[in-house]
């Protein structure tokens, strides 16, 4: 595939569960405790990024959510496409997007970047790479169809490929 780094490997679902690297925007930059991102509000506490309000005095850093924005470099990639996928689009990216409002809300770090379009279908970007397995799944689930996993545990990079 056109755009791939090396490194990548098919993996199936319970390897993914089971083997997910450690995330280098998290790990570089670990924030002093308590900080809080000037860009989206979240905060870090107890080793931990929440929505909770930083306390006063909090030191300031992006998130690492905010940080790949910022990059434009994207932890987890997610294509959608087919015939099926093209006939139900606007149902299955309302699925997507309420994916991640539900992650969201409950984890600052997990969030779309772009919604852009592929050639087959559309490509989604996301902040992290639970995030992506989640929402591949949520739509394999719901739509069936098939759905490919590759996996590159060194750069910490998710790529789910849906297809109905
Ligand atoms: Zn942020």
Redesign the pocket.
Same mark, same amino acid.
């Given at each position: 595939m056109k755009g791939e780094r090396g490194g990548f490997r098919p993996v199936s679902r319970m390897q993914l569960l089971e083997g997910m690297g450690e995330d280098s925007y998290k790990a570089k930059r670990k924030p002093r405790d308590p900080t809080r991102? $000037?860009? @989206?509000?979240?905060s870090f506490h107890s080793g931990r990024?929440t929505w909770d309000a930083a306390p006063e005095g909090a030191h300031e850093q #992006? @998130? $690492?959510? @905010?940080?790949r924005?910022q990059d434009r470099f994207p932890a987890g990639y997610v294509t959608l496409a087919g015939e099926y996928f093209r006939g139900h689009r606007d149902e299955i990216l309302r699925l997507v997007k309420h994916c991640e409002e539900r992650e969201k809300a409950a984890h $600052? #770090?997990q969030r779309i970047m772009a919604i852009e379009d592929a050639a087959e279908g559309v490509l989604v970007t996301t902040t992290d790479v639970h995030l992506a397995r989640n929402i591949a799944e949520r739509v394999h689930d719901a739509c069936k169809g098939s759905l490919v996993f590759h996996y590159s545990k060194e750069d910490n990079l998710l790529r789910a490929n849906w297809k109905r």
């Open positions: 991102c $000037p860009n @989206c509000g979240a990024w #992006l @998130c $690492p959510a @905010c940080h924005i $600052p #770090l």
